[in-house]
């Protein structure tokens, strides 16, 4: 299988720096989102990674990348919960990451989500792909995709099953598909291209959110790609294989959106929703997924609209998935949700040309219970972490009988790295920055505790 060719605006002059503030719905670009899971920072190619990914790599030469970008959340659930509705995790009502069988938890219905935001402002929306916010069970009545401002779903509770190949637990639109052949990353590009193909409201601008498997255990790839990288049995060579797969799906993606329309009336989106559980894979930054270090937050970003974002730029500010909802506003000109706290920030003038406009209006903010630190906060260069002085059990799945515990829990430990001279986070500074760790730590035990004061107690709920 050889990789489909891509496109030709990587060098496209950029003839304009603005936003639509003025544009109808008719006008306004198409919006794609692209969600590897369990990518890490140092996997794809444009971020110095082993594997070969022309597709990202090409998005990447087309468009503004960011060196230091962010996962919502160093795991799946709530990452997700933050790039939708552009706010802290536990204020949207995900904790960790949802079992929906021994769970009340899923992404508050109260939630105003980007899907939302942009049905409201006439266009169409699908999301394609894992879910992992909340489905319901026989046990529990939850809400679905469409209850959360999607038009259209095609969707799996967590991962792909059994593996990447041949799954058998999507569902589209509250359906069960049964049994499929072929690897999810491809079935799910199928998916996303037959709805591009077949929707009904083809004048409308659309809102394409892809979420793909991959690399996410357990995995799977075909055995041709899987031998470039190693013996068709290694793990490393099966990982790999997996996002080398991934890029061919997308490269087929990105090749229908060319046929459907310009490609300048098109922003797409790419990043993961957390670091790489595998150690070699995170380009030597301390940690790795489930943990509140840079190895298991910091994930490839990359944003693409011709002749709007610039081309061929590598962003040095942080920036993350929890600003992509007020960036999309800023970008396409139409107004977030009023009387809602985002903690993101709209990131639209780093993207437009103009970084000096740009004023992050709070820091980025993590917070993870069975994470040690378990709350992390970056502020310019600085990143100060903490652990806390709740002990909560081994179980790595999230129990809600924990939740006083964390709204009540306070922290210890405090530490300071300088990311800019210190990107491993391997020397930390607090005694010789007492007053800038006094400052960072008020910051951060007042965006904590407005996180907290809006969480919800699913152990009270029935």
Not at 31 to 59: E, Q, S
Not at 265 to 272: C, G, L, V
Not at 427 to 436: H, V, Y
Request: with cysteine.
């Amino acid at each position: 299988m050889k990789p489909i060719p891509l496109f030709a605006f990587a060098a496209c002059a950029v003839v304009s720096f603005s936003a639509l503030p003025s544009a109808s719905a008719a006008d306004r670009p198409n919006v794609v989102m692209l969600l590897a899971d369990d990518l890490g920072f140092a996997d794809v190619g444009c971020y110095d990674g082993p594997v070969k990914t022309p597709a990202i790599d090409a998005l990447a030469a087309a468009g503004t990348r960011f060196s230091d970008f962010y996962s919502g959340c160093a795991v799946c659930s709530p990452s997700r919960a933050v790039m939708l509705t552009g706010r802290h995790h536990i204020r949207a009502g995900v904790y960790s990451w949802i079992h929906d069988e021994s769970q009340n938890s899923h992404l508050l219905e109260r939630e105003i989500t980007l899907a939302e935001v942009l049905k409201e402002n006439g266009y169409a929306t699908a999301h394609i792909g894992k879910w992992h916010l909340g489905l319901p069970t026989a046990k529990r009545k939850k809400p679905t995709p469409s209850d959360h401002g999607f038009n259209h779903w095609v969707a799996t509770w967590n991962n792909a099953e059994p593996s990447h190949r041949n799954p058998n637990n999507f569902i589209k639109n509250g359906e069960k598909m049964g049994q499929l052949e072929g690897y999810s990353c491809q079935l799910v590009a199928d998916e996303a291209i037959d709805w591009l193909e077949k929707r009904d409201d083809k004048e409308d601008p659309f809102f394409l959110n892809v979420w793909f498997h991959e690399p996410h255990a357990p995995i799977a790839a075909p055995d041709e790609i899987v031998s470039e990288y190693g013996k068709v049995k290694d793990k490393a060579a099966i990982y790999s294989g997996t996002i080398d797969n991934t890029d061919r799906a997308i490269a087929r993606l990105v090749k229908k959106l060319r046929e459907i329309d310009a490609m300048e009336d098109t922003i797409i989106i790419y990043a993961s929703d957390n670091g790489s559980y595998r150690d070699d894979r995170t380009g030597g930054l301390r940690g790795r997924k489930g943990a509140n270090w840079d190895g298991g937050i910091r994930v490839p970003g990359i944003f693409v609209w011709p002749n709007h974002i610039k081309t061929g730029v590598v962003a040095s500010q942080p920036a993350g998935l929890v600003d992509i909802l007020p960036t999309i506003c800023g970008l396409i000109g139409i107004e977030k949700p009023a009387g809602v706290h985002h903690d993101g920030s709209d990131i639209s003038p780093i993207l437009l040309g103009k970084p000096d406009a740009f004023t992050r209006h709070q820091p980025l903010f993590w917070h993870l219970q069975k994470s040690r630190p378990v709350v992390a906060m970056r502020d310019g260069n600085y990143s100060l972490v903490a652990e806390p002085h709740y002990d909560l059990s081994t179980s790595n799945m999230f129990d809600e009988k924990w939740i006083p515990a964390i709204k009540n829990g306070s922290y210890k430990n405090f530490q300071l790295f300088d990311l800019a001279k210190d990107p491993n986070q391997t020397t930390n500074i607090t005694a010789e920055n007492s007053a800038l760790v006094e400052k960072m730590k008020k910051q951060l035990l007042e965006i904590n505790a407005s996180i907290m004061a809006d969480g919800e107690d699913w152990h009270l709920k029935k």
